[in-house]
């Protein structure tokens, strides 16, 4: 379900434009306050509806579960760290969905540019950033000559 703003909560911060990753939500130059300019390439990932203090983003349901007469609300509520959705069908059914945002406190989590710079031997590594230490397993499993199919090898 792609995201649409509500231009009259909006106040122009632009916290949902810095974090969509398929860059879709502008400032508009008028009215200084946020858009989706192109709703077919929104990857519904609601960083926005995460990222937005003033609840001015929404999302619209689409036509096979939600038609017309329908409504979906989200509300992100950082003190109590989760997201809510409010699905109301034409019939007047409602349903009510309570998800944590994150599993962990608020600024535990290390950003990128805290970690020193890769080395060039980590650059032609197959690990990806911070592999293993983040997966906190130890080293990475694999397989061993003597667990593959005989003959192929
Ligand atoms: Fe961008 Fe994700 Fe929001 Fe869509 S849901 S506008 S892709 S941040
Ligand atoms: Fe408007 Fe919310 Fe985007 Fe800020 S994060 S620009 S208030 S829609």
Same mark, same amino acid.
């Given at each position: 379900?792609?995201?649409?703003?509500?231009?009259?909560?909006? @106040?122009?911060?632009?916290?949902?434009?810095?974090?969509?990753?398929?860059?879709?939500?502008?400032? @508009? #130059? #008028?009215?200084?306050?946020?858009?989706?300019?192109?709703?077919?390439?929104?990857? &519904?990932?609601y960083?926005?509806v995460k990222?937005?203090?003033?609840h001015?983003?929404d999302c619209?349901?689409?036509? @096979?579960?939600?038609?017309?007469?329908?409504?979906v609300r989200v509300r992100r509520e950082e003190e109590k760290a989760t997201i809510s959705w409010r699905i109301?069908?034409?019939?007047?059914?409602e349903k009510n969905f309570v998800s944590p945002i994150?599993? #962990?406190?608020?600024?535990?989590?290390?950003?990128?540019? &805290?970690?020193?710079?890769? #080395?060039?031997?980590?650059?032609?590594?197959? &690990?990806?950033?911070?592999?293993?230490?983040?997966?906190?397993?130890?080293?990475?499993?694999?397989?061993?000559?003597?667990?593959?199919?005989?003959?192929?090898?």
């Amino acid at each position: 379900m792609p995201t649409f703003v509500y231009m009259t909560s909006c @106040d122009g911060c632009g916290y949902c434009v810095d974090v969509c990753p398929s860059d879709i939500m502008h400032i @508009d #130059t #008028t009215y200084r306050r946020a858009y989706n300019i192109e709703p077919n390439m929104c990857w &519904e990932c609601y960083s926005c509806v995460k990222a937005c203090p003033q609840h001015a983003i929404d999302c619209r349901g689409y036509a @096979d579960f939600a038609p017309l007469g329908h409504s979906v609300r989200v509300r992100r509520e950082e003190e109590k760290a989760t997201i809510s959705w409010r699905i109301r069908f034409r019939d007047g059914r409602e349903k009510n969905f309570v998800s944590p945002i994150r599993t #962990t406190p608020w600024g535990s989590i290390k950003a990128p540019s &805290e970690y020193p710079e890769p #080395t060039a031997a980590a650059m032609n590594s197959q &690990e990806l950033a911070h592999e293993p230490e983040a997966l906190k397993i130890g080293a990475l499993p694999a397989l061993k000559r003597d667990q593959l199919k005989q003959g192929l090898v």
